[in-house]
C-alpha cells in the first residue's frame, strides 16, 4: 500500500497542518517506507511460532530478570504529609480547580 502525494495532502488537511512542498514529500518517503516495513513483517510466515507473553521467555537461563515486586522503602506517608496544608485519610487536599 503506497500513498500518493494527494493522500499526504489529505492527511494534512484533516490534522490541520500547513506542509510545504519539500516537507510533504518527506513526509511520504517516511510514510511509504514505513509501510514497505509492516509489508516486509506481514510477509514473514510465523506457522507454528508461539506468542510471547514478555520477551525473556525465549530464553530460561537468563540472569536478567524482572525483579519481586516487593516494598524496598519504609512507608515515609505521615512524615512527607506533616508540611501538607490539609490531608484527609492519608490524602492531600487540594483546591477545587474545575467547577
Given amino acids: ?10 492527511i494534512a488537511n484533516l490534522a490541520r ?12 518517503g517516511q510514510i511509504n ?3 514497505d516495513i509492516v509489508e516486509r513483517m506481514q510477509a ?8 510471547l507473553a514478555h ?6 537461563d ?3 530478570r524482572l525483579r519481586v515486586d516487593a516494598v ?3 512507608d515515609a506517608r505521615e512524615a512527607n ?12 487536599l487540594v483546591p477545587k480547580v474545575i467547577e
Fill in 33 to 35: 517506507g514505513f509501510f
Fill in 81 to 92: 504529609q506533616r508540611s501538607a496544608p490539609a490531608v484527609e485519610r492519608g490524602l492531600f
Fill in 1 to 10: 500500500m503506497a500513498l500518493t502525494s494527494d493522500d499526504i495532502s489529505r
Fill in 44 to 51: 514473514v510466515d510465523t506457522t507454528g511460532v508461539v506468542p
Fill in 17 to 28: 497542518l500547513e506542509l510545504h512542498d519539500a516537507e510533504r514529500a518527506r513526509m511520504l
Fill in 72 to 74: 524496598s522503602e519504609p
Fill in 62 to 64: 537468563v540472569t536478567l
Fill in 55 to 60: 520477551p525473556a521467555d525465549v530464553v530460561s
